[in-house]
């Protein structure tokens, strides 16, 4: 999107979200105060209610820009989108309530009326967005708004992302050349003055896959970015050191500096996790407690020699910087099985060659003789894991995070020391993307991924996926 067009993008967005809150508090007023016929907390006319209402909502529209409803990495997000929705929509009442209290109290008439205000706002405010994305998407079919992008490397990055902007329809970018050597599809340049001789077309935005050797040719690629006000962007060509959270920082006081940490799970960030691990996993016992009695139960009866839960070094999982702990679950195992390693218990069974394939499968076996079959049962829906919510609350492990990895798997787990940067989860990424159904290799990919692009939202969103999986027995 070019930059006149993201402008006049956000502003369409910032008077649609003022007119939708203007028209969602006007309804909410109507249906309460005037076809409602029930007592008021107080009588507020029409006319101090809206002047109020004028007041009140430009701080409204501020809080959505302070939590990135206005920033075009936001656009393409969905849910991302949907969810800071909902809380600027909170935040906005909140406004409102506070606003009210501080002043004459003329914007609550009656406590129904930011209930409906907060309902309709939300939902409309929604559907604004899919209309607009809708309505963007088809004006950069057209060509409209459209951002012309030349790609200067000599390298497979510049394919892969020529590749993922390809689509124009949706990114609002388009491909003008590249230059490198011929790459089928797209047009070619020998350098970068060739490029800017024989393109017409305005250059928008500069994506830079390599440094030339020559400081000179770099320095004419990013003085022409300067002098043009054309967007410059510089891709490392080593994925691995630029992943996870970046800071630019002055070092010395003027020494530019890229710092680089395993995890955006830092700080404020760590602290909030906790809390919500905290509030969810106190509610969540207390609201299941019955249903893990019954469990508890179910597990006795149907393996009277075996413990409730299961037990011995099988048990012992890692967490954040190597630290063991004993993991609690219902024991789905027969109880000849319960407390041995895997090794010990193949061994048993007089199955020891099923350790390599054991280990082949990411430390899972398609069809587990081990398993009872209410353990099956209890695995199918998760039910088995939920004992869990006690380790959560102890703090061994999250909500959310990568899976907890088995102490044999430290010596063969690649970039272990990132997934271990942070607490292991009841749930993640990888849970919830395929459970069994994808590979070792896939599993590990999602749980690095997660570590290194941690937020709230992604927490929020892997939580609602789980539930879908665990009611389905399955994850997608």
Do not use: C
């Amino acid at each position: 999107m070019k930059n006149n067009a993201a402008v006049g993008y956000a502003l369409l967005l910032i008077v649609g979200d003022f007119l939708i809150l203007l028209a969602a508090f006007s309804l909410a007023y109507i249906l309460r105060v005037k076809l409602d016929s029930r007592s008021l907390l107080q009588a507020i006319s029409a006319r101090e209610y809206f002047l109020a209402l004028f007041s009140v909502l430009p701080f409204w529209i501020i809080v959505h820009g302070f939590i990135g409803l206005y920033t075009q990495k936001i656009y393409e997000k969905r849910f991302v989108e949907v969810g800071r929705l909902f809380v600027g929509s909170v935040l906005g009442i909140l406004v409102m309530i506070g606003y009210n209290f501080v002043t004459d109290g003329k914007l609550v008439p009656a406590r129904l009326v930011p209930v409906y205000g907060l309902i309709i706002a939300f939902t409309f405010l929604v559907l604004f967005r899919a209309f607009a994305r809708m309505a963007r998407h088809t004006l950069y079919a057209f060509g409209i708004g459209v951002s012309n992008v030349l790609l200067v490397g000599d390298t497979n990055r510049s394919v892969e992302i020529a590749e993922a902007i390809a689509n124009t329809k949706v990114t609002g970018q388009r491909v003008i050349g590249i230059v490198s050597k011929k790459i089928p599809g797209f047009k070619h340049y020998e350098n970068f003055s060739d490029a800017l001789d024989r393109i017409t077309e305005p250059v928008h935005s500069i994506i830079q896959t390599e440094l030339y050797k020559d400081q000179e040719k770099n320095d004419t690629v990013l003085r022409f970015a300067q002098v043009n006000h054309t967007a410059y962007r510089f891709v490392p060509g080593n994925n691995d050191l630029f992943f996870g959270n970046i800071e630019v920082e002055l070092f010395a006081g003027s020494m530019p500096m890229i710092a680089v940490h395993q995890t955006a799970l830092t700080g404020w960030g760590r602290i909030v996790k906790r809390l919500f691990d905290v509030a969810i996993s106190s509610v969540m016992l207390v609201i299941l407690s019955p249903l893990l009695i019954l469990l508890a139960l179910a597990v006795k009866l149907a393996d009277p020699k075996g413990p409730v839960f299961m037990r011995g070094k099988a048990q012992k999982r890692l967490t954040r910087f190597n630290n063991t702990f004993d993991v609690y679950k219902f024991r789905s195992h027969y109880a000849k099985y319960d407390g041995k390693t895997d090794e010990e218990a193949f061994a048993i069974a007089g199955k020891p060659e099923l350790m390599e394939e054991y280990r082949k499968g990411g430390y899972k076996l398609t069809k587990d003789f081990r398993v009872t079959p209410l353990g099956r049962f209890l695995r199918k829906f998760s039910l088995d894991e939920l004992p869990q919510l006690i380790n959560v609350l102890r703090g061994d492990i999250s909500l959310v995070g990568p899976r907890a990895l088995i102490p044999a798997e430290l010596n063969t787990y690649e970039k272990k020391h990132t997934i271990l940067s942070v607490k292991s989860g009841l749930t993640g990424l990888a849970q919830v993307s395929g459970r069994d159904s994808i590979s070792f290799e896939e599993r590990r990919k999602l749980d690095t991924f997660y570590v290194q692009n941690w937020s709230f939202w992604l927490d929020i969103t892997i939580l609602i996926k789980t539930i879908k999986v665990i009611f389905r027995g399955s994850g997608n």
